[in-house]
């Protein structure tokens, strides 16, 4: 099998992310927060050091203002609902996932104003309707960090400048980029940053996190049971337990924590030249393939390890259909959750077929995926 769904759920892992969940679940026998005892302490410890190593990476000074949720949408939803009111004004881009723009259709039911800002046919963002559109007294501004459909990498920096200059809080989608492009949230006035753990942090399923700036303030979706101030009847104010209701996927932040510690070991920057490298080649050699079309930037320093394209005349299910019965290659046919993006580049009859390589992605692997499509192409 040749893998190359990365942007859907990274694998593999490195192998002490399993041997982490493993380890968490067999030896510790506690719930963090909820006993005075032992594994109790330890299983407090795994989030403490989970946090620890997230804030490194994303350039957060104070650990605790990271909040671990199920995914990147679980977050997204936390920020959205818990930061915007009727009567709010809130800008995005015409490149989301359904992550961003199904909360925010749902908002708008609601009396939340949104404006969406264009972007070319390559996905990137128009920066001066995003500058016309801040102007009209905005309370927050939505976006992605990289598009999960053309990899397009959003000028996330120059927007939190834009933002923090007309007075709105920048809420980043980070799940096509957290672990692999260069995050920091106090230099690129980030408010809130949402992130999966299970894509380029290497961790498990089923986790995730937001981190919230101290000057931000969130209602709750959740309700009840943190494991302090067990005394009152009302949710703690503090973070993180004011967002953390409930019992932790402990085993999944062991995972997440050993995925952030491999990423931090090999170096961010190799992870992302590597990844560059082999977006490169799938590019350049796509590129060459007659009756192929490649979506995009299509250059890999503007883009992230995501690589759409089009068979002319071929149904996009069925090229990926042929590409895994016939060639053992895995990746993934259709709109991915993302309708306003393909609107934007034009496939949104059509979708794409999406290659998106990792970090233990190999050359070979590549070279043979780009025969495989030249063959399919070629049979028509």
């Known amino acids: 099998m040749i893998y190359l769904n990365n942007a859907a759920t990274s694998w593999p892992k490195p192998e002490e992310v399993y041997q982490a969940v493993d380890g968490c679940l067999r030896h510790l026998a506690g719930n963090p927060g909820r006993g005075g005892y032992g594994a109790g302490h330890q299983a407090d410890r795994v989030l403490y050091e989970a946090r620890d190593e997230l804030a490194t990476i994303f350039g957060v000074a104070d650990p605790s203002r990271i909040v671990f949720t199920y995914n990147a949408t679980d977050a997204l939803n936390m920020a959205l609902f818990g930061y915007l009111r009727p009567g709010d004004k809130v800008v995005t881009t015409a490149m989301e996932h ?26 990137q963002l128009d920066l001066a309707a995003m500058a016309a559109a801040l102007r009209e007294g905005v309370r927050a501004v939505v976006m992605c960090h990289a598009s999960n459909v053309t990899g397009t990498i959003m000028p996330v920096a120059a927007v939190g400048k834009l933002a923090t200059r007309y007075g709105a809080a920048l809420i980043v989608d980070a799940a096509q980029t957290a672990g692999v492009e260069e995050i920091d949230v106090a230099s690129q006035n980030i408010a809130m940053l949402a992130f999966t753990g299970h894509k380029g942090l290497l961790g498990p399923q089923g986790t995730g996190g937001l981190y919230i700036r101290e000057d931000i303030d969130l209602v709750p979706l959740r309700y009840g049971g943190t494991g302090s101030l067990s005394e009152l009847d009302r949710q703690p104010e503090l973070l993180p337990d004011r967002l953390e209701s409930g019992t932790p996927n402990t085993p999944g932040v062991a995972g997440l924590a050993a ?51 089009t068979v002319d005349g071929q149904d996009t299910g069925e090229v990926a259909y042929r590409l895994e019965n016939e060639y053992g290659i895995i990746c993934r ?18 979708g794409t077929v999406r290659f998106s390589p990792g970090y233990f992605t190999t050359e070979q692997e590549i070279e043979d995926a780009l025969r495989a499509v030249r063959q399919v192409a070629a049979k028509g």
């Not at 723009?101 to 969406?116: K, S, W």
């Not at 799938?282 to 995009?296: D, R």
Request: net charge positive.
């Open 98 to 123: 359904n992550a961003v723009a199904r909360p925010l259709r749902q908002l708008e039911t609601m009396g939340v104003d949104l404006t969406i800002v264009p972007c070319d046919q390559t996905g």
């Open 333 to 350: 046919a259709g709109l991915h959750c993302a309708p306003w993006a393909h609107q934007t580049i034009g496939t949104l009859q059509t």
């Open 259 to 309: 995925g952030a510690r491999f990423i931090r070991r090999v170096g961010r920057e190799v992870i992302r030249a590597r990844e560059g490298r082999l977006t490169e080649e799938l590019i350049n050699g796509l590129a060459t393939i007659p009756g192929v079309t490649v979506y995009g930037p299509r250059q890999s320093e503007k883009q992230t390890a995501v690589v759409s394209f």
